[in-house]
């Protein structure tokens, strides 16, 4: 009793995917630059292989985040990747500890009702096959919530599920054959031999009463192996490539490597460790306030896996980020978006079925552009000398009270800058980045340079949160880049801006591009204390709404772009503060229309409390360095 | 037994409606919830198309309503109407049921407020000024800058809250682009070295003389008109408005340094004829104005049998209009006590 | 027959029947909001780029609208994509929308042209 023809079909797909997913990794580590190559080498060595143990158990095990945000939901992944993990270690040990003999294949520990239906009579063993029994009985209910939800999504509290495709559900067929087909092959057996604990045996002997067991065991054996091994050979084909996939992706993040802004291995591997769990469908504002739900980041990433034209996908987003915040994987979809939004750079291999298996990518050669510039007609290069240089921003000249306000602050704080915009100027290059065109965004990334450079300012003040993004992160300057909120903090904290409090209520709205993009959440908040008293919102930090206005989405309407607005705006304003406060012209741009509550920009309502003392210009020197903001990275 | 008729506004309709029904033998009261009647007339100078004194409507308006069977009550707002069997109840903010046999609304408009056209810099700027506010300067006869200066570059900025899907208003107002041309003359006439700028997208002079004062506002008083709609205004050091506009007639963009700025703010469904279209279940268009049965034979008659519009609450109107508009209402009005009674 | 001169001079006529207006239909089919524009100028007013040199959407689209499709090939890639003109629309345009289908479709064309 050693050996039975029936685990073929298991012991087969069980080698091919463990050969595969080795050989995947090496594929991938082979990708990967030679930067990367040693972050992960130095990380699988040092501190970052036991955090990534951790994560690998509180996450993919126990799935943590998402039994945080959605219990149900992660209740049903938790029964799933926990319970079967659990079932295969207790069914590896059982096999070691009551088998015929130590480390056994691991067809024996999957199948050891079969070898050992004797197993389970008495005492110790007893106890063991309840564990068996308790583990099956955890997976199934999660198999239970997995059935419902595919046929109503409602149940498990989510409002969207993702749509599949044929080999996806060949997949989930397998998937949902292999315990229910354990459990009545194991029901089976127990009531052949009169075995079994709470649930096979009570079950075995129910269908004793009618059925002919011993003859019905034997092909739900069959079953079993023929179902798990179809399911570990499409495996690679389908979504559930994320179980072997997400493992490599946490010891590759926890070793610091990130998508960076072009494709490649990385991207590869997030793109596979996507589950379609479904949650960055529902925190999308696009689903929320306009229906729309065929663009989600879970769609985006199935879209590149199966080698379709995601341009449409890509292009319909806000790029507000809070997919990537709720993303119980932490992927980095919104800079994958970004990725996906360019030219492509590779294009994948034909759609044979070797390359299903193994996707190639070719890269595309980049065609020369003789070197003419788009933007060869902006003018010569003219700076005046200044310490501080103030960038409103393009969107700023239309909300001309911010404008005001913030030159009404660095007059009253005794700041020696220069206007840089005054006139008008050339814009940051963040919206052609948006919108996938990075040469023409680094043609006016190197003029702006060319300005902020000759003119020896050490500091950059911005009062637009996207140029602040693109100013810190995609320009290579020397100089210390504040959103004006920084700033404006830092002048108080220096004690050159007196203020007096407004005794007015504040909500703080915090704009996509600042908060979740650029990771700046402190400093508006603490400005705003400082002048009125701060209502927090369920919506605070990474849980902010996008306002709806932004420049990510060239696709929707303005009616969309509005609906979307005005949902926020109700839900932000709903306990009644006297100004919903910002930190971004286009934000307030977007909220005045369509609420009745007063929006205005932390400048304007530091501006208003401002206690004008005359300043004897001695004062701003010092003041300079912030800490670095929190890394993030695109 | 006399009818008795609330009227809710005591504007220009409101107090033609009540004179009208009193005359027609209805005992009238007339709410109006600020501290005087008249409405905007009163606080506008002169009139187009004739350049006629307002005062003079104002003084035939409230000779109107000196009547007997009329009550007025003002600084009273109007929170509920219901109906009751055959008559209605009017709740007032200072406590008061009045029964009434029939109803007309004429709660009439509001001035776009400009401050939501950030971008002009109305309440950001010193001398970005409202058309209202334009109209108070002619009464006082002093236009002045803030520092006492008198202008003599002077824009206009046409269509502020009219026609813009950005504040929410597609419609047009139809009485800014005249308002702008008669407030232009009226500038030259004061300050005859003053040069002054209209900013339209169109010229929509559609009213009885209006073209006729359009093309003596070019004549006579060298008025410019320049095709564009404004983008934005910012400020220089000398405290000129630098005006951005694309002069699409010669296909460039233009900028010019202005002493003032005057917006010619468009005309809103009134915030109080909003609450009472909540209150008492009334339709009102995509546009916020109340919507009448019929755009051409019921443009007075609501959907609550019984309550009957007047005048600007329905859709923006000049004075002739809304006089004309207001009369009808009192037809609309009588037709329905007499059917009731018989 | 004998030419007596009066033949006007073709390029300054917009040649509406023989014009090819593929392109605006290309805009409009992926973006119906092509249509609403009023010509007020408020975009170009508050071009960024038309602060340095001749780019104005609300003449482009005009010209792409009559076909005269030559003027607008080259220009339109003057744009930074900066988002004011959409802020200030008064019809509520996807003007960026339009700029970047435009430049799309003339780099199709290109691209077939070769």
């Given at each position: 009793m050693q050996f039975d023809p029936f685990v073929i079909p298991f012991n087969i797909g069980l080698y091919f995917i463990l050969i595969y997913a080795v050989v995947r990794c090496v594929l991938w580590f082979r990708d990967l630059s030679r930067a990367d190559k040693l972050r992960l080498q130095r990380g699988f060595f040092g501190r970052p292989f036991a955090k990534s143990l951790k994560e690998i158990f509180m996450e993919s095990l126990i799935h943590r985040k998402i039994l945080k945000s959605n219990f149900r939901l992660g209740y049903m992944h938790m029964s799933l990747a926990f319970g079967w993990f659990l079932l295969?270690?207790?069914?590896?040990?059982?096999?070691?500890?009551?088998?015929?003999?130590?480390?056994?294949?691991?067809?024996?520990?999957?199948?050891?009702?079969?070898?050992?239906?004797?197993?389970?009579?008495?005492?110790?063993?007893?106890?063991?096959?309840?564990?068996?029994?308790?583990?099956?009985?955890?997976?199934?209910?999660?198999?239970?919530?997995?059935?419902?939800?595919?046929?109503?999504?409602?149940?498990?509290?989510?409002?969207?599920?993702?749509?599949?495709?044929?080999?996806?559900?060949?997949?989930?067929?397998?998937?949902?054959?292999?315990?229910?087909?354990?459990?009545?092959?194991?029901?089976?057996?127990?009531?052949?031999?009169?075995?079994?604990?709470?649930?096979?045996?009570?079950?075995?002997?129910?269908?004793?009463s009618f059925l002919p067991v011993n003859e019905l065991a034997y092909p739900f054996w069959w079953l079993y192996s023929i179902s798990l091994g179809t399911f570990f050979i499409l495996l690679p084909l389908t979504r559930y490539m994320h179980i072997p996939t997400e493992l490599f992706l946490i010891f590759a993040r926890n070793s610091g490597i990130r998508t960076g802004d072009h494709y490649g291995a990385f991207t590869e591997i997030q793109t596979y460790s996507c589950s379609s769990c479904g949650i960055c469908i529902d925190t999308c504002q696009l689903n929320l306030s306009t229906g729309i739900t065929d663009i989600q980041s879970a769609y985006l990433l199935k879209g590149i896996r199966n080698n379709e034209d995601v341009k449409d996908i890509a292009n319909n987003c806000l790029m507000c980020g809070r997919c990537d915040q709720n993303c119980p994987v932490g992927i980095e979809l919104t800079p994958i978006r970004m990725i996906m939004r360019r030219e492509p750079e590779t294009k994948s291999g034909d759609n044979g079925f070797f390359e299903k298996y193994f996707p190639s990518h070719v890269k595309i050669p980049v065609p020369k552009t003789n070197g003419s510039l788009v933007y060869g007609w902006l003018p010569a290069v003219k700076t005046t000398k200044a310490e501080v240089l103030y960038f409103a921003g393009c969107m700023t000249h239309l909300t001309p009270a911010i404008k005001k306000s913030m030159i009404k602050i660095l007059d009253a704080a005794g700041v020696n800058y220069n206007f840089m915009d005054e006139e008008g100027g050339v814009c940051c290059g963040r919206p052609l980045m948006l919108a996938g065109k990075y040469k023409q965004a680094r043609e006016l990334i190197n003029y702006n340079s060319k300005i902020i450079k000759q003119s020896g300012a050490n500091i950059l003040v911005t009062s637009c949160p996207i140029c602040y993004k693109v100013f810190r992160e995609s320009y290579y300057l020397n100089i210390d880049v504040y959103h004006h909120s920084q700033f404006i903090n830092s002048l108080i904290n220096e004690d050159v801006l007196r203020l007096r409090f407004l005794r007015k209520k504040i909500t703080y709205h915090s704009p996509c591009e600042l908060g979740r993009r650029s990771g700046v959440y402190a400093e508006p908040k603490e400005v705003l204390k400082h002048v009125g008293r701060l209502q927090l919102t369920r919506h605070e930090d990474e849980n902010a709404y996008c306002c709806g206005g932004s420049l990510g989405n060239m696709h929707i309407s303005y009616a969309q772009k509005k609906k979307i607005a005005s949902d926020a705006a109700k839900d932000l304003t709903r306990n009644n503060p006297d100004i919903l406060a910002t930190a971004c012209p286009l934000c307030k741009k977007t909220f005045s229309p369509v609420t009745e509550t007063p929006v205005a920009d932390i400048a304007e309502i530091v501006a208003e409390a401002i206690i004008l003392s005359h300043p004897d210009k001695k004062n701003y020197s010092k003041v300079i360095s912030l800490k670095e903001p929190v890394d993030i990275s695109e | 037994m006399k009818n008795k008729v609330i009227v809710i506004g005591g504007g220009t309709a409101g107090m033609e409606v009540a004179g009208q029904l009193a005359k027609h033998d209805c005992t009238v009261t007339l709410l109006e919830r600020s501290a005087e009647t008249g409405g905007h007339v009163r606080d506008w100078y002169h009139l187009f198309p004739d350049r006629k004194d307002s005062r003079e409507v104002i003084n035939y308006l409230e000779n109107l309503i000196r009547h007997k069977s009329i009550s007025l009550f003002t600084d009273t707002d109007v929170n509920d109407i219901v109906r009751e069997n055959d008559f209605f109840v009017v709740r007032t903010s200072d406590g008061k049921e009045l029964q009434a046999d029939a109803i007309v609304v004429s709660t009439g408009f509001d001035l776009f407020r400009s401050e939501r056209k950030e971008e002009y810099g109305y309440g950001i700027y010193d001398n970005v000024i409202s058309s209202a506010d334009l109209e108070k300067m002619f009464r006082n006869d002093e236009i002045k800058l803030q520092n006492g200066n008198i202008p003599s570059k002077i824009g206009m900025v046409h269509c502020v809250g009219s026609r813009d899907e950005k504040v929410g208003n597609v419609y047009c107002s139809k009485l800014c682009c005249v308002t702008a041309v008669k407030q232009a003359i009226e500038i030259v006439k004061r300050i005859p070295e003053a040069k002054v700028f209209c900013f339209y997208m169109d010229i929509r002079m559609g009213g009885a003389l209006y073209e006729e004062l359009y093309k003596e506002a070019q004549q006579d008083y060298g008025v410019n008109f320049i095709r564009g709609k404004v983008s934005e205004v910012s400020q220089d050091i000398d405290n000129k408005l630098i005006t951005k506009v694309e002069d699409t007639l010669t296909g460039r963009p233009l900028k010019i340094g202005l002493d003032m700025l005057v917006l010619m703010a468009g005309m809103e469904m009134a915030e109080s004829g909003q609450k009472i279209a909540l209150s008492a279940e009334l339709d009102t268009g995509e546009n916020r104005f109340f919507k009448a049965t019929d755009l051409h034979y019921g443009s007075n008659k609501s959907n609550k049998n019984g309550i009957f519009y007047a005048g600007t609450c329905t859709a923006p109107m000049n004075i002739t209009e809304t006089i004309s508009h207001a009369r009808a209402a009192v037809i609309d009005v009588i037709d329905y006590l007499n059917d009731r009674s018989n | 027959m004998s030419n007596f001169g009066f033949t006007l001079l073709k390029a300054r006529r917009i040649d509406y029947d023989a014009n090819d207006r593929s392109i605006a239909d290309f805009i409009h089919d992926n973006e119906p909001s092509f249509r609403w524009c009023i010509e007020c100028g408020c975009c170009s007013a508050t071009c960024t780029s038309g602060n340095y040199i001749g780019f104005s959407l609300r003449e482009l689209q005009i010209l792409l609208k009559r076909g005269e499709n030559e003027e607008v090939k080259e220009k339109i890639f003057n744009c930074m994509l900066c988002g004011k003109c959409i802020l200030v629309c008064p019809r509520g345009v996807n003007t960026r929308n339009v700029i970047a289908l435009a430049q799309e479709a003339f780099k199709n064309k290109k691209q077939h042209a070769v």
């Open positions: 295969i270690l207790f069914g590896t040990i059982e096999a070691d500890i009551f088998g015929t003999r130590h480390l056994n294949p691991p067809y024996k520990a999957i199948f050891f009702k079969f070898f050992n239906p004797e197993h389970g009579r008495n005492g110790i063993e007893a106890f063991y096959a309840f564990i068996m029994d308790f583990l099956l009985a955890f997976i199934l209910s999660g198999l239970l919530l997995a059935v419902i939800k595919r046929f109503s999504s409602r149940v498990v509290g989510m409002k969207k599920t993702t749509r599949l495709k044929t080999l996806d559900k060949v997949a989930l067929t397998s998937l949902w054959l292999i315990f229910p087909s354990r459990l009545l092959a194991e029901s089976f057996t127990s009531a052949a031999y009169d075995t079994g604990s709470f649930l096979t045996g009570s079950l075995g002997s129910v269908f004793a | - | -």
